[in-house]
């Protein structure tokens, strides 16, 4: 094992790996930015005090970073610093601000942030979905995963079928 960080108060993460840092949108309401080689914090920031993050971040090409809380509200993040650049709560537009359980008691996570082509964000809340005004430069970063966006068919080949 070349290392291991425990963060506080934690039971839940959600992570994804950029170019300079490991980020981890947290149960806590939290985004931790660590160093994938050595575990070491770049930076942390209390983002969400009004709800915990179940979905990964998205990294954007421009060096912003996306992710959504539980409440459906957005977070626009510098990927290097942590600044929250804006932030906008999506279910303002359908329920005032509360977010609609599902049937059952069933909370499963919603999806992750989705950009488009033309940088916009997508939104998925339990009962519609919302598209952000993003960035021109703002579409998704490469990746050091060597399957990001590429050969999702296993053809071996790109692009896909």
Request: glycine share 10%; charged share 20%; with cysteine.
């Amino acid at each position: 094992m070349k290392w291991e960080k425990t963060l506080p108060e934690v039971t839940e993460m959600y992570m994804v790996v950029g170019k300079q840092y490991l980020f981890a949108a947290c149960d806590n309401g939290y985004v931790y930015a660590l160093d994938p080689a050595t575990g070491g914090e770049g930076w942390n920031r209390l983002v969400s005090a009004d709800g915990a993050f179940d979905v990964y971040p998205v990294l954007a090409k421009n060096g912003y970073m996306y992710v959504v809380n539980d409440n459906t509200k957005l977070f626009c993040l510098v990927q290097a610093t942590g600044e929250q650049l804006w932030d906008i709560v999506c279910t303002d537009y359908l329920t005032g601000g509360t977010r609609i359980r599902r049937a059952g008691g069933i909370d499963d996570p919603l999806p992750s942030p989705a950009l488009t082509s033309t940088g916009n964000i997508i939104i998925v809340s339990d009962d519609a979905l919302f598209c952000v005004s993003g960035y021109k430069d703002g579409t998704l970063d490469d990746s050091p995963w060597p399957k990001w966006q590429h050969d999702n068919y296993n053809t071996g080949r790109w692009p896909g079928p």
